[in-house]
């Protein structure tokens, strides 16, 4: 990828140059400094894991919430409650662009739905502001690159909200992979499994958009369709099913599987895949989303080869684990995800090894947000650094689109693109007017 070197330094990094001076005083605007000495973050975006964020960032005791922004007034309000849980007062704000414009906020945190994930940090970089970006970092691959690319160029802290790097339990797999512990890892394999009815989220179209909902705005740079909720998703009954529409997201694969994926790029040293074969599709849920009930996805890297599957129509396990992420090496196996981590020598029927029920190494999202606040003082790159979030999100895209478009795709990293022509104009980001990217 690509990355423009840094253009010069803002008002924080001069700061910065002092190395006597406190951590406030060297990041913290003299507005925000004071009696709680806090880092002044807005909060766009509110949902189910927006309104998570809150809560996980003010647990650090470090954050002040200065604004929470949502085009949907009940989140937003609900937001703002969590915020009250700790005592602040947020201001609560409709549009992004005011809180982008906020000179007194340090950083912000984007947990829109996907499709504005790349927009909105783009232009928090150019506005001066540190980042923490919910995975999957975007959409498009152009996207992605072009949001690293922001970063650098503004010389900003950017977080990914791969959030799994900063627990105790990935940490270990880590270490245990790079030690050696399973051998030579040849293979790998992803999965996630559940039950979904047949019937799914039925069939929802042209109904009237909800009190309080900007839906104009809510769609932004996506294509313009009318409102259902099925694409808005927010209801108390479903995580958003949003992310089941190509035009906001993609489906089980940048859902859950940048998580499953993500941790074998942290073990095996950040790579990308050179060759990527996906198959999918809805064999058995009736409703009107538009992704995969089912598929499978093999990625060939330039050590290893890798699986992952998506089974939402039938709950089996493996290795006693409804999801996870499995390390196969020339030793033995490892098996891994929020719950523990499983290490297996070959021929052995249990774990030899295992971690897990283990109240210090569970937490993850306190943590990544510790180490983003601790990078804004140091200026040095997160743990979830936005390159590497990417990384794991272009590698699920890739595996979308190679379904989509039923072709094997080629990964050309230097060039940042695939090797298949038919399938080049797919990996650039399309924005409705008058939204553009431009960094």
């Known amino acids: 990828m690509t990355n423009p070197k840094p253009q010069g330094a803002t008002r924080r990094d001069v700061l910065k140059a002092s190395a006597a001076a406190t951590f406030t005083t060297m990041i913290f605007p003299k507005v925000v400094r004071g009696a709680n000495d806090k880092l002044a973050v807005g909060f766009i975006g509110t949902g189910t894991m927006g309104q998570g964020n809150v809560q996980y960032a003010l647990q650090t005791d470090k954050v002040q919430a200065v604004s929470i922004c949502d085009v949907y007034q009940p989140n937003l309000q609900k937001a703002i409650a969590v915020a009250g849980k700790f005592g ?57 690159q072009k949001m690293v690319q922001a970063a650098r160029k503004y010389n900003r802290v950017v977080q990914g909200g791969t959030m799994q790097r900063s627990g105790g339990y990935f940490k270990k797999a880590a270490e245990l992979i790079q030690a050696g512990e399973i051998g030579q890892v040849t293979f790998c394999h992803e999965w996630q499994a559940g039950m979904t009815k047949k019937q799914g989220w039925g069939q929802r179209a042209n109904e009237a958009v909800p009190e309080g909902l900007d839906w104009e705005m809510w769609q932004g740079p996506a294509q313009t369709r009318p409102y259902s909720l099925n694409r808005f ?86 290795f006693g684990q409804g999801y996870g992420t499995s390390f196969h090496g020339t030793t033995g196996t490892l098996v891994l995800n929020r719950g523990g981590v499983w290490v297996y020598p070959n021929g052995a029927k249990e774990p030899a090894k295992k971690w897990e029920n ?19 003082k140091s200026r040095e790159k997160p743990i979830s650094d936005i390159e590497k979030c990417v990384r794991s999100s272009v590698t699920c895209i890739l595996a979308n689109l190679s379904m989509r478009f039923e072709s094997r795709l080629d990964w050309d990293e230097n060039a940042w693109t695939v090797k298949q022509d038919e399938v080049k104009p797919h990996l650039k980001a399309i924005y409705r007017a008058p939204w553009k990217l431009e960094v």
């Open 233 to 318: 998703g927010v209801s108390p009954d479903r995580w958003s099913t949003f992310r089941y529409f190509w035009d906001y997201a993609g489906g089980s694969m940048t859902d859950w599987g940048v998580h499953l994926i993500d941790p074998i790029h942290q073990a095996m040293g950040e790579p990308m895949p050179k060759s990527i074969v996906t198959l999918g599709t809805k064999f058995y849920v009736e409703d009107d989303t538009e992704t995969p009930d089912t598929m499978q996805a093999t990625f060939q890297y330039e050590k290893f080869l890798s699986t992952y599957e998506s089974r939402t129509v039938n709950p089996m396990p493996m």
């Open 358 to 376: 283990d109240k210090d190494m569970s937490p993850m999202n306190v943590p990544h947000w510790n180490n983003f606040i601790e990078c804004i």
């Open 88 to 144: 602040q007062t947020p201001k609560g704000i409709k549009d992004f662009r005011e809180v982008l414009a906020d000179e007194s906020i340090d950083a912000v945190c984007i947990a829109t739905p996907d499709h504005w994930h790349a927009y909105i940090e783009v232009e928090a970089c150019k506005a001066g502001k540190d980042v923490y970006v919910e995975k999957p970092a975007c959409v498009w691959v152009e996207e992605g």
